[in-house]
């Protein structure tokens, strides 16, 4: 986080984490889809989070789709760890 604070505004500090979360999502593609054998019919409520990866690692930084994907993107990572929070709760309740 101090990182990024400090050196928000270096060209090549920029192009290195777009390089790591390049890698990051190819390599997290290859682990559910190669490795685990994950079919896409099982994956799909996934689908818009992959979607705002991609469009955040790969849009211009201008542009205003790249602002709604990583919206998108936070609100979505909100309300799936909000609904597993409840959920959880929920059924330690009832037991």
């Given at each position: 986080?101090?990182s990024?604070?400090?050196?928000?505004?270096?060209?090549?500090?920029?192009?290195?984490?777009?390089?790591?979360?390049?890698?990051?999502i190819?390599v997290?593609?290859?682990?559910?889809?190669?490795r685990?054998?994950?079919?896409?019919s099982?994956?799909?409520?996934?689908?818009?989070?992959?979607?705002?990866?991609?469009?955040?690692?790969?849009l211009?930084d201008?542009?205003?789709?790249?602002?709604y994907?990583?919206?998108?993107?936070?609100?979505?990572?909100?309300?799936?760890?909000?609904?597993l929070?409840?959920?959880?709760?929920?059924?330690?309740?009832?037991?």
């Open positions: 986080m101090y990024a604070v400090k050196y928000h505004k270096n060209r090549r500090y920029q192009n290195f984490l777009k390089a790591v979360q390049g890698l990051q190819l997290l593609l290859w682990l559910v889809y190669c685990l054998l994950s079919p896409i099982e994956s799909l409520p996934f689908y818009h989070c992959r979607l705002a990866m991609f469009a955040v690692l790969l211009p201008s542009s205003t789709y790249k602002q994907f990583a919206l998108l993107e936070c609100l979505d990572l909100f309300v799936h760890w909000s609904i929070y409840l959920t959880h709760l929920l059924f330690l309740t009832l037991l």
